[in-house]
């Protein structure tokens, strides 16, 4: 069976702000859209960062997004496996990644979420196939077997 390629479980719709977006402006976006984080891009659609909520809630942690962001971003390309999503996720202890495509430009996002939900596979397939490759492999807590 052949392996899950991020562009098969992402989410192509991403909200982004820019750099220069204000404090109140992100805010809105977060708590409107119900999402938890949103990718920082240049001009170019190039993810500078991300800015997400712990990033927003930290004291001064400024006014703009370029202020607030992390950076550099933690990316992942749109034809690498979903494992090699998670092993980031996981390593980076981050819940989205940005997804770049052969150009280097934001194509998607993936989520923890995603690598569950948006296989289009049925469950007993996602247990199969997601669960022991990519979760047991690379969520399994420090210093257990299982």
């Known amino acids: 069976m052949s392996q899950l390629a991020v562009r098969d479980v ?3 719709a991403v909200l982004v702000v820019t750099p220069d977006c204000r ?4 805010v809105g976006v977060l708590t409107g859209y119900g999402v938890s984080g949103l990718p920082v891009v240049d001009g170019s659609d190039h993810v ?3 800015v997400s909520e ?6 001064h ?3 703009t997004a370029r202020e607030l962001m992390t ?3 933690v990316t992942v ?8 999503a998670a092993e980031l996720m996981a390593r980076h202890r981050i819940r989205r990644l940005p997804v770049t495509g052969a150009t280097g430009r934001l194509v998607g996002i993936v989520t923890r979420r995603d690598l569950l939900c948006r296989a289009g ?6 247990r199969r196939t997601l669960v022991p490759e990519v979760l047991v492999q690379h969520y399994r807590p420090e210093g257990t077997d299982q």
């Not at 712990?54 to 004291?59: M, Y």
């Not at 390309?77 to 090699?84: H, I, S």
């Not at 596979?121 to 996602?126: E, F, G, K, N």
């Open 10 to 12: 992402m989410t192509p």
């Open 61 to 63: 942690g400024g006014a």
């Open 121 to 126: 596979r049925t469950d007993a397939t996602l």
């Open 54 to 59: 712990a990033d927003v809630l930290r004291p």
């Open 71 to 73: 950076s550099p971003a």
């Open 23 to 26: 404090y109140e402006q992100i």
């Open 77 to 84: 390309d749109a034809a690498a496996p979903v494992d090699c």
């Open 48 to 50: 500078l960062g991300v």
